[in-house]
Nanobody, 121 residues
Framework: QVQLVESGGGLVQPGGSLRLSCAASGSILRIRTMGWYCQTPGKERELVAVITSSGDRNYADSVKGRFTISRDNAKNTVYLQMNSLKPEDTAVYYC???????????????WGQGTQVTVSS
């Protein structure tokens, strides 16, 4: 069974930092793109940052210069370092990965369960 398990969310004051982690587990042969998305009530899930298997990164304009996405291929884990957090960053953050799973036989997109990030004084 393939799982993406996130950790690192919580409550932080404006200007503070958080580091989110997402570990993929299961019968995974290869991982292509990994990413982070966020969602607030009444809105669609939107891209925060993605990183390809070769390390190319893409960020939403709202987080450029503040957030950094990285991955550890040996651990099948993607990270999101969030600095200079603002109240408008408050959302549920979901990790996402394109996984080639042994039992599936092709690349398929998987999602984590989500972790709440709240930026408030």
């Amino acid at each position: 069974q393939v799982q993406l398990v996130e950790s690192g969310g919580g409550l932080v004051q404006p200007g503070g930092s958080l580091r989110l982690s997402c570990a993929a587990s299961g019968s995974i042969l290869r991982i292509r793109t990994m990413g982070w998305y966020c969602q607030t009530p009444g809105k669609e899930r939107e891209l925060v940052a993605v990183i390809t298997s070769s390390g190319d990164r893409n960020y939403a304009d709202s987080v450029k210069g503040r957030f950094t996405i990285s991955r550890d291929n040996a651990k099948n884990t993607v990270y999101l370092q969030m600095n200079s957090l603002k109240p408008e960053d408050t959302a549920v953050y979901y990790c996402n990965a394109d996984l080639y799973v042994f039992t599936v036989g092709y690349y398929k997109t998987y999602w984590g369960q989500g972790t709440q990030v709240t930026v408030s004084s």
